[in-house]
Nanobody
Framework: VQLQAFGGGLVQTGGSLRLSCATS????????IGWFRQAPGKEREFVAV????????TYGDSVKGRFTISKDNAKNTMYLQMNNLKPEDTAIYFC?????????????????WGQGTLVTVSS
């Protein structure tokens, strides 16, 4: 199982970025793909998750209304559209997979992690 996150970069406050998470090697009946982020000196934070089979999704409180998670089953890729970015969104963003039908906001339930991609929002 492999996940690769990319699309991070430097953006000004109020700007937008789209992160992608390319997945491969999945052989589960169902799974959920989530985004987490970790800012310097802070704990890892849940951002969003999507169920791969039916698209159920949920978001962290700090990103609701600004971020949208989506997927392209044909490309085995999941996306995180981030709008109205704020300096506090600055972090390394990770995508992760949980081989379960149930979507979870707890990072401890995710077995597979990709490398992170850095998002920096300047004020």
């Amino acid at each position: 199982v492999q996940l690769q996150a990319f699309g991070g970069g430097l953006v000004q406050t109020g700007g937008s970025l789209r992160l992608s998470c390319a997945t491969s090697g999945f052989a589960f009946d169902d799974y959920a793909i989530g985004w987490f982020r970790q800012a310097p000196g802070k704990e890892r934070e849940f951002v969003a998750v999507i169920g791969w089979s039916d698209g159920r999704r949920t978001y962290g409180d700090s990103v609701k209304g600004r971020f949208t998670i989506s997927k392209d089953n044909a490309k085995n890729t999941m996306y995180l559209q981030m709008n109205n970015l704020k300096p506090e969104d600055t972090a390394i963003y990770f995508c992760a997979a949980d081989p379960s039908y149930y979507i979870s906001i707890l990072d401890s339930t995710y077995n597979y992690w990709g490398q992170g991609t850095l998002v920096t929002v300047s004020s």
